[in-house]
């Protein structure tokens, strides 16, 4: 596919305007996209402990201030209410509406939370020389429930999420250390190997994203999953959260190899 | 110094019972060793904020459960009420009594934080073969104010404390890379050189511990230091606070090498 050169800056920019619209993978010149949580203040400690305690699913980019929308360390001047391409309004655990801009849903009490997404550590895993079936076909990753518990946290309490990529023999060792090198993206693997371990009865059917297919000799690979917040936070019926749409993240101006170094 | 054999449960034990006082430097079979900041909940959720934001001085270990004094997750069946050698009860800001029991002060709305300490990357560097001054003299690091700002959670605002090592010139690459293998524990350094970049004015005067030697070719690297949360947190004068006396550390049951892998 043909390289979008606009910077973070410009594609926020482009989005808050409405002239960009749809998912963003592959934009933003390699830097950090990261996943949206926004919740009450009085259920933000717990989720906060909740990130804090399961730091592979829950990598914390950034916390705003309460009732603030800019993101200051990662992305100054950007508002969280418009620069995301779609956003979707939970009420006590449902859907409620999906909608393009959250400002008439904005108040003084909501936190905002950025969790570090997948994309980053797939570009770590590209950059090494190691293949990603899901990419070369245009596909979204195979995502499951499994029996890894989380640690609770006040109301926040369930089963981890986990993405799956299968990833040659040869590569397992590469797609670990690569991706290590990025706990603020989930960091190293935490599975490697046969399903049933984490309680995955049939890799042919992830509850999330789609079916992967398997090279002869590839190993399935397991990554903890920003998906695991949000499931946690919908289980546990929040009177109110916005989310992103899935796919449509938030684009910082944190360079992906700068993650690796903060 | 002959190494002492007892495991970080038998140290709590001995603790506990009154056996044992004193300093914890070189206790525990190389397991993680953590500064203690107790705080009540009132106050836990800007402080675990400050903590997040600023993980290199803040490396948070754990994070107890309100009124809980069993850090689960690092040392199951420790109390932290009276498994640590020393503790500084502070009123207002003001150091109030120096106890070693914490029982009678014990509320069901205080919040304990466990925050990883220099002993693990200190371990890491002499492994590495790097030697370290203080160590072989029996002395204290030296620990300076720099002009570095902590990026502020509700009142809690401060500059970075950072701690010195002289480390020889041709082993700073090795004392950066062996030391950022523990963000658990401060990391890699956050200077390495010229202390008046960082607001340090006398490397001869540090603002706590002990004035460091310098072999010729000997360069000053600093790291973020866990001395920064109990600084940021006094300077906000809360109402209330425990810590452990300096020195006095809780031993978890987590070996050091670990912490690299969690």
């Known amino acids: 596919m043909a390289i979008d ?7 926020r920019a482009d989005i808050r305007s409405g002239k960009l619209s ?7 010149q390699n830097c950090v996209q990261a996943n949206l949580a926004v919740l009450p203040k009085a259920q933000a400690y717990d989720f906060l402990l909740f990130c804090q305690r399961n730091p592979k699913p829950c990598p914390l980019i950034e916390v705003c201030d309460a009732g603030c929308a800019e993101p200051r360390a990662v992305a100054p001047g950007a508002d969280l209410r418009t620069d995301i391409s779609g956003y979707r309004i939970y009420q006590n655990g449902s859907l409620t509406a999906e909608v393009r801009d959250v400002r008439p849903y904005w108040r003084d009490d909501l936190v905002a939370f950025l969790i570090g997404c997948s994309f980053t550590f797939e ?10 079936w899901h990419i070369e076909q245009g596909k979204g990753v195979a995502m499951y429930r499994t029996s890894i518990p989380c640690r609770s946290a006040g109301a926040f309490q369930g089963p981890m999420v986990v993405s799956m990529r299968p990833i040659a023999a040869r590569d397992v060792a590469k797609a670990v250390t690569a991706s290590a090198r990025f706990p603020g993206a989930h960091g190293a693997p935490v599975h490697v190997g046969d399903p049933a371990t984490i309680g995955i009865a049939d890799l042919d059917r992830p509850d999330y994203g789609d079916r992967q297919q398997f090279r002869p000799g590839d190993v399935p690979v397991f990554w903890a999953c920003g998906v695991t917040p949000q499931a946690v936070a919908l289980a546990s019926r929040l009177p109110f959260m ?3 749409s899935p796919g449509h993240m938030f684009l910082t101006d944190v360079p992906n190899a700068a993650l690796a170094a903060l």
């Open 5 to 11: 050169p606009r910077t973070p800056q410009q594609i």
């Open 22 to 28: 749809g998912p963003t993978a592959g934009l933003g």
């Open 123 to 132: 570009w770590a895993l590209l950059d090494a020389g190691i293949r990603l």
């Open 242 to 244: 916005i989310t992103h």
